[in-house]
């Protein structure tokens, strides 16, 4: 053990004789490991906004969407289906139920005139099945449908339209047709990118229905239910078996997962997103230890007197070995820890990650791998880049001194 500090304490001794060239070999390490933990942390915040964006679409993992159809073309009666539907959750006992129909549009007077616009009608639990997010105000409350001025939110394009009237303002949209009246806007919805410029309305479900006499032909609303994910397989056919039974001739109902969990290969493209980005981190880090193995033996051929010298003096090969060796080990865990440490500190402000993935919600913490793996990594290009000038450090004799 005496023997293991003595060589620690020559690497360091060897550490501040030789600064800049320390300097030099602890840059090119703490930018390789700063950027192989920056590549881990961003595939773990890149497959949380991929999650999030695929949430959006299909809902959480596990999102269930039931459908009625009609397989001879006969009318659904589409109260009489919600009432079924009620009963038969109610059973499940599920904490996330909404009725969604999409495809409707509304008569809205606007300055320039009257536009149909795309409207969508679900219950307030869409939001949370569907990670929908605002730009301002709040989501649909079910004691909305009570309200004489029924509360809609409007996509940010619309908002733009009616010139971004402040919601403390209160501001009204009013729907001609048989759903007239006049709408209080409650939230706004931001763009979900450059491309987007939809104007669109979100409306209670039940806000909607009590000011229609039905749905427009060939519109039926879609059930959606997020459920756990490990019991959804099991939920799904026994869902099925009970909506399906007393249903009349010609109807029938269709039970899916539309979540991204449940679609064909989406574990293996989260995988392969992973294996990319390690390998990238891994080519990173090899140029980095190539880079120190390199000035790591060049500066043995300049120090062949000095080792000869502690060889006249009664060092081991032992104590020559790991003394090397460990100069390579404390300089790499030194560059790998400050590398690491710049990496948590700009990621972890409030700036960077929001703005690399705009529209993220739930931005995950640091991921505690990504620094484990840098430092193991800086750890272990040390022990490769220090072995090779400590075999060569082995091979030189006293005489060696002499000569140089």
């Given at each position: 053990?005496?023997g293991?500090?003595?060589?620690?304490?020559d690497?360091?001794?060897?550490?501040?004789?030789?600064k800049?060239r320390?300097?030099?070999?602890?840059?090119?390490?703490a930018?390789?490991v700063?950027?192989?933990?920056?590549?881990?942390?961003?595939?773990?915040?890149?497959?949380?906004y991929?999650?999030?964006?695929?949430?959006?679409?299909?809902?959480?993992?596990?999102?269930?969407?039931?459908?009625?159809y009609s397989?001879?073309g006969?009318?659904?009666?589409v109260?009489?289906?919600?009432?079924?539907?009620?009963?038969?959750s109610?059973?499940?006992?599920?904490?996330?139920?909404?009725?969604?129909?999409?495809g409707?549009?509304?008569?809205?007077?606007?300055?320039?005139?009257?536009?149909?616009l795309?409207t969508?009608?679900?219950d307030?639990?869409?939001?949370?099945?569907?990670?929908?997010?605002?730009?301002?105000?709040?989501?649909?409350?079910a004691?909305?449908a009570?309200?004489l001025?029924?509360?809609?939110?409007?996509?940010?394009?619309?908002?733009?339209?009616?010139g971004?009237?402040?919601?403390?303002?209160?501001?009204?949209?009013?729907?001609?047709g048989?759903?007239?009246?006049?709408?209080?806007?409650?939230?706004?919805?931001?763009?979900?990118?450059?491309?987007?410029?939809?104007p669109?309305?979100?409306?209670?479900?039940?806000?909607?229905?009590?000011?229609?006499?039905?749905?427009?032909?060939?519109?039926?609303?879609?059930?959606?239910v997020?459920v756990?994910?490990?019991?959804?397989?099991?939920?799904?056919?026994?869902?099925?078996?009970?909506?399906r039974?007393?249903?009349?001739?010609?109807?029938?109902?269709?039970?899916?997962?539309?979540?991204?969990?449940?679609?064909?290969?989406a574990?293996?493209?989260?995988?392969?997103?992973?294996?990319v980005?390690g390998?990238i981190?891994?080519?990173?880090l090899?140029?980095?230890?190539?880079?120190?193995?390199?000035?790591?033996?060049v500066?043995?051929?300049?120090?062949?007197?000095?080792?000869?010298?502690?060889?006249?003096?009664?060092?081991?090969?032992?104590?020559?070995?790991?003394?090397?060796?460990?100069?390579?080990?404390v300089?790499?865990?030194?560059?790998?820890?400050?590398?690491?440490?710049i990496v948590?500190a700009?990621?972890?402000s409030?700036?960077?990650?929001?703005t690399?993935?705009s529209?993220?919600q739930?931005?995950p913490?640091?991921?505690?791998?990504?620094?484990?793996?840098?430092?193991?990594a800086?750890?272990a290009?040390?022990?490769?880049?220090?072995?090779?000038?400590?075999?060569?450090a082995?091979?030189?004799?006293?005489?060696?001194?002499?000569?140089?």
């Amino acid at each position: 053990m005496s023997g293991f500090f003595g060589a620690l304490a020559d690497a360091w001794a060897e550490i501040r004789v030789h600064k800049l060239r320390v300097l030099l070999s602890l840059i090119g390490i703490a930018v390789s490991v700063a950027a192989l933990t920056a590549v881990i942390a961003f595939s773990e915040y890149q497959k949380q906004y991929q999650t999030e964006q695929s949430d959006r679409w299909g809902g959480r993992a596990a999102t269930i969407a039931v459908a009625p159809y009609s397989d001879s073309g006969a009318s659904i009666d589409v109260d009489d289906f919600s009432e079924r539907f009620e009963r038969v959750s109610e059973r499940f006992g599920f904490s996330h139920v909404s009725r969604t129909v999409q495809g409707l549009t509304l008569p809205v007077q606007l300055s320039e005139g009257v536009m149909d616009l795309p409207t969508r009608a679900f219950d307030p639990a869409f939001a949370a099945i569907h990670r929908e997010k605002l730009l301002e105000g709040r989501w649909l409350r079910a004691d909305d449908a009570l309200a004489l001025a029924p509360a809609i939110v409007i996509s940010e394009p619309l908002w733009d339209r009616i010139g971004r009237v402040p919601l403390t303002q209160h501001p009204v949209l009013t729907v001609l047709g048989d759903a007239g009246g006049s709408y209080q806007v409650v939230g706004v919805t931001p763009r979900q990118g450059p491309w987007d410029e939809e104007p669109r309305i979100d409306v209670l479900y039940d806000a909607y229905t009590a000011r229609i006499d039905g749905f427009p032909e060939g519109i039926v609303p879609v059930y959606e239910v997020w459920v756990d994910k490990q019991a959804a397989t099991e939920i799904g056919p026994v869902l099925a078996m009970d909506l399906r039974a007393g249903l009349p001739d010609g109807v029938d109902v269709s039970v899916n997962r539309t979540d991204w969990a449940a679609q064909p290969g989406a574990e293996d493209s989260m995988a392969t997103f992973e294996l990319v980005t390690g390998g990238i981190a891994g080519v990173i880090l090899a140029l980095g230890a190539l880079s120190l193995i390199n000035i790591q033996l060049v500066a043995m051929r300049q120090r062949v007197r000095e080792i000869g010298v502690r060889r006249a003096f009664g060092a081991s090969s032992g104590r020559v070995f790991f003394s090397v060796l460990l100069e390579s080990l404390v300089a790499t865990t030194i560059a790998g820890v400050i590398g690491i440490a710049i990496v948590v500190a700009v990621l972890r402000s409030d700036l960077v990650v929001p703005t690399m993935f705009s529209g993220i919600q739930d931005v995950p913490p640091f991921p505690m791998r990504a620094a484990v793996i840098g430092l193991i990594a800086s750890v272990a290009v040390g022990a490769i880049a220090g072995f090779i000038p400590a075999l060569v450090a082995l091979r030189v004799k006293v005489i060696d001194a002499i000569r140089f």
